[in-house]
């Protein structure tokens, strides 16, 4: 059983930058996918960002392209997002997911974390 913790979520002014956190306890192996969702109010869940445990070239929605970066230490079994120029429509609760699979929909994964706020003001 995998269990992801996420944290580093907050209040930001637009521009402003955030690092989210994912610390994954559990069994996590190197061919896992990973990846970051978000969910703003009265929209359906949508993927962020995704990559391999192992590393590899990630895949970023184009919403945030060249903002965002998804990393991962593999020594801390933890997975990150690194948020620059941060937008008001970045507002949203972020998820992390990680399992076998590496796709863009909530279905690859079987593990998720409990969701941390992500907050820009305008």
């Known amino acids: 059983q995998v269990q992801l913790v996420e944290s580093g979520g907050g209040l930001v002014q637009a521009g402003g930058s955030l690092r989210l956190s994912c610390a994954a306890s559990g069994r996590i192996f190197s061919s896992y996918g990973m990846g970051w969702f978000r969910q703003a109010p009265g929209k359906e869940r949508n993927f962020v960002a995704i990559?391999?445990?192992?590393?590899?070239?990630?895949v970023y929605a184009d919403s945030v392209k060249g903002r965002f970066t998804i990393s991962r230490d593999n020594t801390k079994n933890t997975m990150y997002l690194q948020m620059n120029s941060l937008k008001a429509e970045d507002t949203a609760v972020y998820y992390c997911?990680?399992?076998?699979?590496?796709?863009?929909?909530?279905?690859?994964?079987?593990?998720w974390g409990q969701g941390t706020q992500v907050t820009v003001s305008s």
């Open positions: 990559s391999w445990w192992s590393g590899g070239s990630p």
């Open positions: 997911a990680a399992g076998p699979k590496r796709g863009p929909r909530d279905s690859d994964y079987n593990y």
